[in-house]
C-alpha cells in the first residue's frame, strides 16, 4: 500500500513540473496587456479578495456620489 501512495506521488510531482515547464516557455511580450494578464493570474493564488474589495469600494463611491447629486437636484425642485 505504501509503494502505491509513492507511485501516486511520484507521479503527481511529475505532472506538476511537466506544467511548470510549458508555463515558462510560454512567450511572454513586454507590452501586451493579453500577457500582462495572465502573467497577473499565474501569480494569484486563492480567491482575488484584494480586487473585490477595490471594485466594491469604487460602486460605493460612485453610488454615494450619484445618490448625493440627484437628491441635491430633486430637493430643488421640490422647492420651488
Not at 44 to 51: L, V
Request: glycine share 2%.
Amino acid at each position: 500500500m505504501a509503494d502505491i501512495d509513492v507511485d501516486i506521488d511520484q507521479r503527481r510531482e511529475r505532472l506538476l513540473i511537466a506544467e511548470e515547464e510549458e508555463k515558462v516557455e510560454e512567450e511572454l511580450y513586454p507590452n501586451c496587456p493579453g500577457c500582462k494578464v495572465d502573467k497577473y493570474k499565474d501569480s494569484q493564488r486563492g480567491h482575488p479578495i484584494r480586487d473585490l474589495i477595490r471594485v466594491w469600494i469604487f460602486v460605493l463611491a460612485s453610488v454615494v456620489f450619484f445618490s448625493l447629486t440627484y437628491s441635491k437636484i430633486s430637493l430643488l425642485d421640490y422647492d420651488e
